[in-house]
Each structure stands twice: as C-alpha cells, then as structure tokens.
C-alpha cells in the first residue's frame, strides 16, 4: 500500500503545483503559453489518476468521490478548444488571457475538487 499512496501522492503533488503555477501567473502572453502547458499538465495527471482510482478506490473511500469530481471537471470544464482559438486571436490581450485564467482556476475550484486533492495528498503522506 506504501508504494500506492506514493504513487498517488506525486501525481497529486504535480497537480497541485501545476494548479500554484497557474494561480499566480501574471496575464501576458508568455503567461498564457505557460498557463496552456501547465494546463495540459493537470489535464493529462487527472486522467490518470481518473484511470488509477478505479483500481484502488476500494482501499480509500476518498477515491472514488474525487472520480467523481474528476469525471464533473472533465464533463464541464475541458479548456482545450478556447485556449486554441485564443492562441490565435488573443494571445497578447491581458484582459482575455485574465479572463481564461480565472476560468480555469474556477473550474478546478469547483465542487472542491482541487481541494480534495489537496486533503487526500496530505492523507498520503
């Protein structure tokens, strides 16, 4: 089980320091270019750890609500085709690449789920 809470612990860790990176970006655009990579980052940790808590949701019960959550996230919030359109048109507009941010920052927020991250990584430790 040891090895499992680590596994999971890095991939939590990696989401939540993605999450820090975009929280606290600035809005200029080689922001926004920062703000898409670290994005994909959350996007593609999420999927895994969406994958991985199937197999160990039966040894912590915090697992299969965060799926949950994840699968809401995914459902709701999937930035991929705005973030495209705005490296094409908006890229250098502070305003809209705020406004992008935000949004994401929002829907990572929602329902708790970055936050429950946060609380089952701590468990991990």
């Known amino acids: 089980m040891v090895i499992v809470d680590e596994y999971f612990h890095?991939?939590?860790?990696?989401i939540?320091?993605?999450?820090?990176?975009?929280?606290?970006?600035?809005?200029?655009?080689?922001?926004?270019?920062?703000?898409?990579?670290?994005l994909s980052k959350i996007?593609?940790?999420?999927?895994?750890l969406l994958r991985k808590s199937d197999e160990f949701s039966?040894?912590?019960?915090?697992?299969?609500?965060?799926?949950?959550?994840?699968q809401n996230y995914?459902?709701?919030?999937?930035?991929?085709?705005?973030?495209?359109?705005?490296?094409?048109?908006?890229?250098e507009d502070p305003l809209r690449v705020k406004h992008i941010r935000n949004s994401i920052v929002k829907s990572l927020q929602d329902?708790?789920?970055?936050?429950r991250i946060y609380d089952i990584a701590n468990d991990l430790k």
Do not use: P
């Open 74 to 91: 995914f459902q709701n919030y999937y930035f991929v085709e705005e973030l495209e359109k705005m490296k094409e048109i908006y890229s």
């Open 16 to 38: 939540l320091n993605s999450y820090d990176i975009i929280k606290n970006l600035e809005d200029s655009k080689e922001d926004f270019l920062i703000l898409d990579v670290e």
């Open 43 to 48: 996007n593609g940790l999420l999927k895994v």
């Open 10 to 14: 890095d991939l939590m860790k990696k």
């Open 111 to 115: 329902e708790k789920m970055i936050f």
């Open 58 to 70: 039966d040894k912590n019960s915090e697992f299969s609500k965060l799926k949950k959550k994840i």
